[in-house]
């Protein structure tokens, strides 16, 4: 797998990208385990059971390999090239703040369009294994233990917001797979041979998420305390872009709803 077309035209860029796709390569077996589950004529025989079974401790795999797919950025992809040399290019609207100036789109009047930058969290396999494994990001289910005190702070809403940028037909699919009459936390907590299965996909899927934050955090947050200057020495690289940019219509990635 090669990427093509680069903004920056560094091996950085496409490092990146192919962490990215591969990473949403690997999940595609998580939609056919979903898809097993969902067609089970039911979840109480022996059979059964034993598929779940084994289907959770697949997933649990398959997200370990996604961590390390999103861990084999770090080697090949410099944080600062990435925040200062590829990150501008896609940043969203608001990525600086209310006060700095934003995108401008060729031929677009809204004057403040809400455009966020591209995320992880607009990845319909994360999406489907979120609902699959009935995570409740927006705390409205009573359960125990109760959410820490920093559960409760987070951005409540951030999965929900990022599904508006995804195809439409991912939208659908998401709400197909959130319409299935039984969850499998529930066939869990009611089957004791599942519990040690489906607890353990969903340590992994924490792993995941902690090894990306930690990831987010370095390539974003502890860049944004540096400067183009401290650059690494390397071969020229195409300038940060400059704050306000005109972008043809095309390339404004606006929520979609089909």
């Not at 089970?40 to 997933?59: E, G, V």
């Not at 990525?95 to 809204?110: F, L, M, N, R």
């Not at 992880?120 to 959410?147: E, N, T, W």
């Not at 502890?222 to 219509?249: F, H, Q, Y």
Request: hydrophobic share 35%; charged share 25%; aromatic share 8%.
């Amino acid at each position: 797998m090669r990427i093509l077309n680069l903004f920056s035209g560094t091996d950085d860029e496409r490092h990146f990208y192919q962490a990215s796709a591969s990473a949403e390569l690997r999940g595609v077996e998580i939609l056919r385990i979903i898809e097993d589950y969902n067609t089970l004529p039911n979840t109480t025989d022996l059979t059964s059971i034993a598929k779940m079974a084994r289907d959770l401790h697949r997933l649990s795999s398959i997200i370990d390999d996604i961590s390390e797919t999103i861990q084999s950025v770090r080697p090949l992809c410099d944080p600062h090239v990435f925040y200062w040399d590829i990150r501008p290019w896609f940043e969203g609207s608001d990525a600086k703040g209310p006060s700095t100036p934003g995108w401008i789109y060729e031929g677009v009047d809204e004057p403040d369009l809400d455009l966020s930058g591209p995320s992880a969290g607009q990845s319909s396999v994360m999406h489907a294994l979120d609902i699959f494994l009935d995570v409740d990001h927006k705390l409205s289910q009573c359960r125990y233990p109760a959410p820490s005190p920093e559960n409760k702070r987070a951005d409540l809403g951030f999965m929900e917001r990022m599904r508006r940028y995804m195809p439409g037909k991912h939208q659908e699919y998401l709400r197909h797979v959130s319409s299935a009459p039984r969850s499998i936390r529930d066939v869990a907590q009611s089957t004791p041979p599942l519990r040690d299965a489906y607890d353990s996909a969903v340590m992994a899927l924490k792993r995941l998420r902690d090894s990306h934050i930690r990831i987010a955090c370095l390539y974003v947050v502890t860049m944004s305390r540096t400067t183009p200057d401290n650059l690494p020495p390397g071969p020229p690289r195409l300038p940060a872009c400059p704050e306000i940019v005109c972008l043809p219509k095309s390339f404004a990635s606006a929520p979609t709803g089909s």
